[in-house]
C-alpha cells in the first residue's frame, strides 16, 4: 500500500503540521503539510491516540504517578498564591454547525465584580452539564458560567457529533475500566437525552445507529477486533459488507463496516446552544469574557478581560476547558492539544442526492487511525474530516485550515467520483484534548479547583457525565457513578519538549514504514 512519503523535521517552537494519508492506501495529490517547509501526520478520529502516542510506554511514569487528585505533582496547578497568566482560546470563525443556525441573541457580559460560590469556566458540554447539576444540587448557591467567546462555539460546537460509547480505544482497556468507561459514557448519552426531550432542543438527535467501517487492510483487521470484542460483551451489531456498504452511504469506497443501533449522532453546534439556552436563569452565563488570571488568596479570584477588566471572587471553581487546560497552566505534562479540522458542502442538488441515493442520514466513522469520518446530515449536506495540527498556540494556522479545506476535497471526490464539483461551504478547525494512554483527567487540582478534560476525541458523552460528576464532587455528593469516574486511572506523565515532538516522530516514522509495506 503506497500511502505517501512523508518528511519528519522540526521547527523553532516544535509545533508541526499533521493530516490525512487516505485509508485506501492511495497518495494524496496535493501536498497539505508544510508549516515552516516541514511535516508530520496524525489521524483525526477516536482511533487516533492508538499510534500518535503510541509513545506513552516510552515515557509515562509508572501508574502511581497518574492519579493527579491523589498524588499531585508540580505540573498539576500553580502555586496557591501565584497568578496563572491566560492566554483566550481564539477559535476560527468558520464552523459551519453554527453558521448554519440562526444568529444567537447578543451575549451577555460581565459588567461587574462578583462573589460567588463557584465559578465554572467554558460553556461547552462539561462546563453546561457541571452548572445545571450545580443548581440541581445546591438550588441557594450562585453560580457563574465563564466562555472567552460564545457558548458551544470551542470544541464542542466543532464536534462532528458521533457520539461514542463503543470504540477499539475503549476495547483496548482492561475489561472492568472498559465497563466503567461504557457506563460512565452512556449515562452521558442518557442526561443529553434527557436534555434535548425536556428542551425540546433541535440538534438532528438520530440514534438509529452509526457505522465503523473500513476501506483498507488496517482498518478491516482493527474492525475485525471491535465486532469480536463486541460478541464477547453480547452488544447488538449489524455487519455490511461492500455492496450493503454502497447500498447505505452511495459509495463503493468502503469494503466493510458494522452498524451499532442506538449509538448517537447529533448536530453538535446545535446541541450545545440548545443546552446553553436551557439552563436554569438562576445560573449566570457570561459569554466574551475571558478568564484572564486565577489567583487564589483563601478563595479564588477570576480576573476577567474588558473592557473594562473585572474580578469574580469564588468559593469553588471548575476547570471545564479539556484541551485548553494547558494553556490555563493545568496539566501541562499530562494533556496536550491536536486541532482537527471539519467541513460541510452546500446543501445538495435534487439532481445530487438521487445521483448519491443510499439512506439520507448516515454517519461512518474510520475504523484505520488514518481514515476520515463522513456523515450525511439531515438537511442533506456531507460533513468530512479528517487532518489535523499539532500546536500549542490559542488557534491553528489559517494555512492549516486552508490544506485541510483541500484535504476533504480530495476525499470527497474519492468517495463520490459520481458527484463532480461538490462544493465546500465551511471548514473549520477545533482542539481536542490528549493524553499520552487514552485516559483523561478528573478530579481535583487545589483545594476548591476541580477540572476534567483529556477526553481524545470522545468528549460529548463522557464530557457531559464528567460534568455532572465534578458538581457532585464539589458538594461533596457521592454516587456510584462518581466512584467509577474516580476509579478510572488519570493521564500518564508526557515529556516536555523537546522530547515529546522527538517522540511522536519516532512513531510517526514507524507507522509511515508499515504502511509502505502492508
Known amino acids: 500500500m503506497d500511502r505517501g512519503r512523508g518528511r519528519v523535521g522540526t521547527s523553532p517552537d516544535w509545533n508541526g503540521v499533521v493530516g490525512e494519508i487516505d485509508e485506501s492506501g492511495g497518495r494524496d495529490a496535493v501536498d497539505r503539510w508544510a508549516l515552516a517547509g516541514r511535516r508530520r501526520r496524525v489521524p483525526p478520529n477516536p482511533e487516533l491516540s492508538n499510534w500518535y502516542v503510541g509513545l506513552a510506554p516510552r515515557f509515562a511514569r509508572p501508574a502511581t504517578w497518574r492519579r493527579l487528585d491523589s498524588a499531585p505533582t508540580a505540573d498539576t496547578h500553580p502555586k496557591p498564591s501565584s497568578v496563572t497568566t491566560i492566554h483566550p482560546p481564539a477559535d476560527d470563525s468558520h464552523c459551519g454547525w453554527l453558521e448554519i443556525l440562526p444568529a444567537p441573541a447578543e451575549p451577555r457580559r460581565l459588567a461587574e465584580d462578583l462573589e460567588v460560590d463557584c465559578a465554572v469556566v467554558g460553556a461547552g458540554f462539561t462546563g453546561l452539564a457541571a452548572a445545571r447539576r450545580l443548581h440541581e444540587l445546591e438550588p441557594s448557591s450562585r453560580i457563574v458560567v465563564l466562555d472567552a467567546q460564545r457558548a458551544g462555539f470551542g470544541a464542542s460546537g466543532r464536534s462532528s457529533g458521533f457520539v461514542v460509547d463503543l470504540a477499539g480505544f475503549v476495547a483496548a482497556k482492561p475489561p472492568a475500566e472498559a465497563e466503567r468507561f461504557i457506563r460512565l459514557s452512556r449515562a452521558g448519552i442518557a442526561a443529553l437525552r434527557r436534555q434535548v426531550e425536556e428542551h425540546d432542543i433541535e440538534c438532528a438527535w438520530d440514534d438509529r445507529g452509526w457505522l465503523h467501517v473500513a476501506a483498507g487492510e488496517p482498518g478491516l483487521q482493527s474492525l475485525e477486533r471491535l465486532e469480536s470484542w463486541l460478541d464477547q460483551r453480547g452488544e447488538r451489531f449489524e455487519r455490511l459488507d461492500r455492496p450493503a456498504m454502497a447500498s447505505l452511504c452511495g459509495s463503493d469506497f468502503y469494503r466493510a463496516g458494522a452498524r451499532l443501533p442506538g449509538s448517537v449522532l447529533v448536530q453538535a453546534g446545535a446541541l450545545v446552544r440548545g443546552l446553553a439556552g436551557g439552563l436554569d436563569p438562576a445560573v449566570e452565563l457570561y459569554e466574551d469574557s475571558p478568564v484572564t488570571s486565577l489567583t487564589r488568596a483563601g478563595a479564588w479570584h477570576l480576573g476577567i478581560g474588558g473592557p473594562p477588566s473585572r474580578t469574580i471572587r469564588a468559593r469553588s471553581v471548575v476547570l471545564a476547558t479539556n484541551a485548553a487546560l494547558p494553556a490555563l497552566g493545568f496539566l501541562r505534562n499530562r494533556i496536550f492539544p491536536l486541532f482537527t479540522f471539519g467541513s460541510l458542502t452546500r446543501p445538495l442538488s435534487q439532481e445530487q442526492q438521487e445521483q448519491l441515493g443510499g439512506e439520507r442520514e448516515w454517519g461512518l466513522l474510520a475504523q484505520d487511525p488514518m481514515g476520515s469520518s463522513l456523515r450525511r446530515t439531515r438537511d442533506q449536506r456531507l460533513l468530512v474530516r479528517n487532518s489535523v495540527v499539532f500546536t500549542r498556540a490559542p488557534r491553528a494556522p489559517e494555512a492549516a485550515r486552508r490544506r485541510a479545506a483541500e484535504a476533504h476535497r480530495v476525499a470527497l471526490a474519492r468517495r463520490f467520483p459520481e458527484l463532480p464539483g461538490l462544493e465546500l461551504e465551511h471548514t473549520w478547525g477545533g482542539a481536542m484534548g490528549m493524553s499520552a494512554d487514552h485516559n483523561h483527567f478528573f478530579g481535583r487540582l487545589a483545594p476548591g479547583l476541580h477540572a476534567a478534560g483529556g ?62 509495506h502492508v
Open 455 to 516: 477526553y481524545f476525541g470522545a468528549g460529548i458523552a463522557l464530557g457531559t457525565v464528567a460534568g455532572e460528576l465534578l458538581a457532585e464532587l464539589v458538594t461533596e455528593r457521592d454516587s456510584d457513578l462518581l466512584r467509577d469516574m474516580q476509579a478510572l486511572p488519570g493521564p500518564a506523565w508526557i515529556p516536555p519538549e523537546p522530547f515529546l515532538g522527538w517522540g511522536v516522530r519516532w512513531r510517526v516514522g514507524r507507522l509511515e514504514a508499515r504502511a509502505e
